[in-house]
């Protein structure tokens, strides 16, 4: 499996600076955060969804563009994917970031996919998605490339089975699957390998991070419930007094997502495709994570490669 970073965990490199780094660390792919950044934020410290300093300009120019591909080239690199924000239904947005795709030479494009939050049934906004991926789908064709629909937490698409069941009428090679375990904490935990083989064709990327769950802390100070929380056993001292979770962002080794079993599950399905990094933990400056990131995922899928 070949090695990418999604240039949203680097926002404080510039596209230059990132290629130089990925070169360094051994890592191949590019996949660029596409966003219009006010410029009242540009003067905000660089943060991964604010200020990101590696982000592509949905407005550059023809010229801008053809730039940037000269920079990946010069290093080596290749720009593998772009990942804007689109909304489910903006077709005009959708083709802008095909075009910019197919400029940069990039093959895969994530789209929108509706929210979920339990104001609209489930129903209607899958039928909304479905019309806008068959649209969708056309235009990939057109464009030679591929739309990509993200496992992501409070999505109608949060886990494989409801991923797949999204993409599963349209054709793998235009409209397919970002699989990503550490979202998959949040919300959409299936069975890794049960999941790859119900996506079959449709897995068509695979985002790397991590996350894990503990225990709220109020202002109050612990919960009187949170040795049992922990797993220490004997009666809970308010047992009317639910405890509160929360989720957030881990160092890749350190979370809920075993990545060598999801390798080794990746593997046994045939995966030889992109691995990409987007680690939001901040446990370690740009250059260093892509450092520890190539080192685990090489040591990780036991060949010492990143062919």
Not at 72 to 77: E, K
Not at 194 to 204: Q, T, V
Not at 219 to 244: I, K, R
Not at 297 to 307: K, L, P, R, V
Request: net charge negative; hydrophobic share 40%.
């Amino acid at each position: 499996m070949k090695l990418s970073v999604f240039t949203v965990a680097v926002p404080d490199m510039t596209p230059e600076q990132l290629c130089s780094a990925a070169e360094a660390a051994g890592i191949v792919g590019i996949e660029w955060r596409c966003k219009e950044t006010p410029e009242h934020v540009r003067k905000e410290a660089p943060s991964f969804w604010g200020n990101n300093r590696c982000t592509i300009d949905p407005r550059a120019s023809e010229e801008k563009l053809a730039s940037l591909a000269q920079t990946v080239r010069a290093t080596g690199r290749r720009s593998l994917a772009l990942a804007p924000y689109l909304s489910c239904g903006d077709l005009e947005g959708t083709e802008r970031m095909f075009r910019i795709a197919r400029s940069l030479g990039a093959s895969l494009v994530r789209v929108g996919v509706p929210g979920y939050d339990g104001s609209r049934d489930f129903g209607s906004l899958f039928a909304e998605a479905s019309a806008y991926l068959a649209e969708v789908e056309a235009l990939a064709g057109d464009y030679g490339v591929k739309a990509l629909v993200e496992t992501h937490h409070r999505t109608i698409a949060p886990s494989a089975s409801l991923a797949h069941r999204l993409v599963s009428r349209f054709d793998p090679d235009k409209v397919g699957v970002l699989y990503d375990p550490g979202n998959m904490v949040y919300e959409g935990f299936e069975n890794y390998r049960m999941g790859f083989e119900l996506l079959g064709p449709y897995l068509a990327h695979v985002h790397v991070k991590n996350a894990g769950w503990s225990p709220a802390r109020g202002g109050s100070g612990a919960h009187p419930n949170l040795p049992q929380a922990e797993g220490s056993g004997g009666p809970e001292a308010e047992p009317l007094s639910p405890v509160e979770w929360t989720c957030g962002w881990r160092p890749i080794a350190s979370g809920i997502v075993p990545w060598r079993q999801v390798l080794a599950d990746l593997k046994a399905v045939g995966y030889d495709g992109w691995l990409g990094l987007e680690d939001f933990s901040g446990a370690y400056g740009s250059a260093d994570m892509l450092r520890v990131y190539a080192a685990q995922m090489n040591e990780w899928q036991g060949d010492g490669t990143n062919g």
